[in-house]
T-cell receptor
Framework: AQKITQTQPGMFVQEKEAVTLDCTYDTSDPSYGLFWYKQPSSGEMIFLIYQGSYDQQNATEGRYSLNFQKARKSANLVISASQLGDSAMYFCAMREGGRGSTLGRLYFGRGTQLTVWP | DTAVSQTPKYLVTQMGNDKSIKCEQNLGHDTMYWYKQDSKKFLKIMFSYNNKELIINETVPNRFSPKSPDKAHLNLHINSLELGDSAVYFC????????????FGDGTRLSIL
């Protein structure tokens, strides 16, 4: 079974609008972390936001927020006020185990290509 | 200052050759990783080292051999390159295993002719 599922291969949004990128995950470990990374066409991987499984509040970082619904095992990324520079591939990822776990691998989803149009 | 740097950025070579990719991080992190991103953009971990010790070794052909001379460096050597090795290889680091976020290098695009 896939650990991370991103069901939207591509999304389009108009500049200044908000957009939600979907992510569901699968784990039986009570302790885990969820991440979003952005990969622009230039290829680098940019960390955006992190949510721990025990965090009570949804994570926010500037225009990025993570809509964490634990019971549904979803961790959707919300980008508010989209900008042209937000056009990129977005990856959801999960780390199983708590911080410091030696099994610190990240499982990545297949990504969502976001295109922001003027 | 570049936090995680990989060299070379591009590597074009023929099938059967041996090549190395170097990675260095100046963040003082204990843990380093190698990931492979295939042509469909799927990222998968290959190896992880913590303080020069191998802690993660996914199902990777033994033609791939990581080497960590010190905790700031994690190099990847690939023997007898095959067409299927064409991909982008990312190095990453984190303070400790499982710590977040992982800081990624800019990637090395390997193309096998």
């Amino acid at each position: 079974a896939q650990k991370i599922t991103q069901t939207q291969p591509g999304m389009f949004v108009q500049e200044k609008e908000a957009v939600t990128l979907d992510c569901t995950y699968d784990t039986s470990d009570p302790s885990y972390g969820l991440f979003w990374y952005k990969q622009p066409s230039s290829g680098e991987m940019i960390f955006l936001i992190y949510q721990g499984s025990y965090d009570q509040q949804n994570a926010t970082e500037g225009r990025y927020s993570l809509n964490f619904q634990k019971a549904r095992k979803s961790a959707n990324l919300v980008i508010s006020a989209s900008q042209l520079g937000d056009s990129a591939m977005y990856f959801c990822a999960m780390r199983e185990g708590g911080r410091g776990s030696t099994l610190g691998r990240l499982y990545f989803g297949r990504g969502t290509q976001l295109t922001v149009w003027p | 200052d570049t936090a995680v740097s990989q060299t070379p950025k591009y590597l074009v070579t023929q099938m059967g050759n041996d090549k190395s990719i170097k990675c260095e991080q100046n963040l003082g992190h204990d843990t380093m990783y190698w990931y492979k991103q295939d042509s469909k953009k799927f990222l998968k971990i290959m190896f992880s080292y913590n303080n020069k010790e191998l802690i993660i070794n996914e199902t990777v052909p033994n033609r791939f051999s990581p080497k960590s001379p010190d905790k700031a460096h994690l190099n990847l050597h690939i023997n007898s390159l095959e067409l299927g090795d064409s991909a982008v290889y990312f190095c990453a680091s984190s303070q400790r295993p499982g710590e977040q976020p992982q800081h990624f290098g800019d990637g090395t695009r390997l193309s096998i002719l």
